[in-house]
Structure formats: structure tokens, C-alpha cells
């Protein structure tokens, strides 16, 4: 079966202007996550989709970053007035049923987002 | 801030050679998971081994075993007869509720 798929690969835009960056999960799994990975950084949580539902978004680092995800599967992070320090490579994985420790993440090759 | 820290930014080994990845972690729980992720030049990240910290035999996946210290938070990776194909940034992270907390990664370059 397919993989996480994310969309576009790579997003070159301006500062202060909007993207969007879409994430299909695996079929059947009801857990959705977002990460960043900044230049020579680790994964940076962002966001947890249980279903369409975000119970934990603790790791949005500002209210110009937000996330949706409709029917239970695809997920859309908007970034809204982009700055130069959003570049980095936008991470999405999902699991089968949310429990992150017992389960196993599975990620998409993720959209690298560089901001002029 | 409960953290993971790898503490080898960059590492190089022979083809057929063993190399050992450290990790160390941080965490106030008693049952959690850990995991050593891949991640090639394509950025596709690829599980390569979990543990489970109740769980004192350590997890072993062909070419790839881990040293679980739990009293010492420490959670390295051994790959044993390194390929080329191993070369990649590895990641150690933690489960942490519903998600994961990740160390910086360290490059590992198999030269031949």
C-alpha cells in the first residue's frame, strides 16, 4: 500500500506570504502529527490529529501556524505571513491509532519550505 | 524540558565495521518507548529498532541492537558489518504522550 504522501516537495515563497502544506496519511490510521526539522536540528513536534480532532497543537509555535484535517484523513498546516525563520522541512508521519509510544510513527518525505 | 541529547554530531566507519551511536534521555516516567530512526539524503524517515523501557532485553533487528541502560537513560545503537547503505542522519527519540521528542541526530558516513 502507499505511504505518507506530502505535497508540494519543495515550496520556495516570500515573506508575508501564506502556504499551505498537505499531508495523506496512511489509509486507516487515525493518527496524524506534524513535525519540524530545522537546519542540523532535530524533530520538532507541532501538532496531533486524533481523527479530525487536535488534542494536543502544544507545539504550534505561533497563532500564524495552523492545522486542519478533514474526514479523517487529509491534513492541511497553513502558515500564514510567513518570516525567514518558518524555512525548514515541515515533517508529516501517522500511526494507526495514536498511542506514540506503542505504535510505530510512519513519515512522508516532507515538504522543505524555504522562505525569501 | 525533558530532552534528548546525542552527543555525536558526525561519525565515520569502515565498510564491515561496527559503530556504536550514543544516546542519552531525560524523562520522569516509568514506562515509555524509544527508537533510533533513519533518515537518508531522500529525508525519508525509516524506523529501524523501538524498545520498550519495561522490557530489560534489549531489541536487536538483524544488523541493528541497542544497549538499553535504564537506570543510566542511556539508549544506544550498535550496526554491526556497516553497509553503504547506512549512511544517513540518525535520530534516538522518546515517546512522550502522544508523541515524540528527538535528539539532534548524528551523521553516520560508512566509507569504503
Known amino acids: 500500500g502507499a505511504g505518507v504522501s506530502q505535497s508540494p516537495s519543495n515550496k520556495v515563497t516570500e515573506k508575508g506570504k501564506d502556504v499551505e502544506l498537505r499531508c495523506d496519511p496512511i489509509?486507516?490510521?487515525?493518527?496524524l502529527y506534524w513535525y519540524r526539522q530545522s537546519l542540523g536540528q532535530g524533530l520538532e513536534f507541532l501538532i496531533y490529529?486524533?481523527?479530525?480532532?487536535?488534542?494536543?497543537k502544544s507545539g504550534l509555535p505561533s497563532d500564524r501556524f495552523s492545522a486542519e484535517r478533514t474526514g479523517g484523513s487529509v491534513s492541511t498546516l497553513t502558515i500564514q505571513r510567513t518570516q525567514q525563520e518558518d524555512s525548514a522541512v515541515y515533517l508529516c508521519?501517522?500511526?494507526?491509532?495514536?498511542?506514540?509510544?506503542?505504535?510505530?510513527?510512519?513519515f512522508g518525505p516532507g515538504t522543505r519550505l524555504l522562505v525569501l | 524540558a525533558q530532552t534528548v541529547t546525542q552527543s555525536q554530531p558526525e561519525m565515520s566507519v569502515q565498510e564491515a565495521e561496527t559503530v556504536t551511536l550514543s544516546c542519552t534521555y531525560d524523562?520522569?516516567?516509568?514506562?515509555?518507548?524509544l527508537f533510533w530512526y533513519k533518515q537518508p539524503p531522500s529525508r525519508q524517515m525509516i524506523l529501524v529498532i523501538r524498545?520498550?523501557?519495561?522490557?530489560?532485553q534489549n531489541a536487536t533487528e538483524n544488523r541493528f541492537s541497542v544497549n538499553f541502560q535504564k537506570a543510566a537513560k542511556s539508549f544506544s545503537l550498535k550496526i554491526s558489518d556497516s553497509q553503504l547503505g547506512d549512511t544517513a542522519m540518525y535520530f534516538c527519540?522518546?515517546?512522550?504522550?502522544?508523541?515524540?521528542?528527538f535528539g539532534a541526530g548524528t551523521i553516520l558516513r560508512v566509507k569504503s
Open positions: 508521519a501517522s500511526s494507526l491509532g495514536g498511542l506514540a509510544g506503542v505504535e510505530t510513527q510512519y
Open positions: 489509509s486507516g490510521h487515525t493518527a
Open positions: 490529529f486524533q481523527g479530525n480532532s487536535a488534542p494536543d
Open positions: 524523562t520522569s516516567e516509568n514506562n515509555y518507548y
Open positions: 524498545q520498550e523501557a519495561y522490557k530489560q
Open positions: 527519540a522518546r515517546s512522550d504522550g502522544n508523541k515524540l521528542v
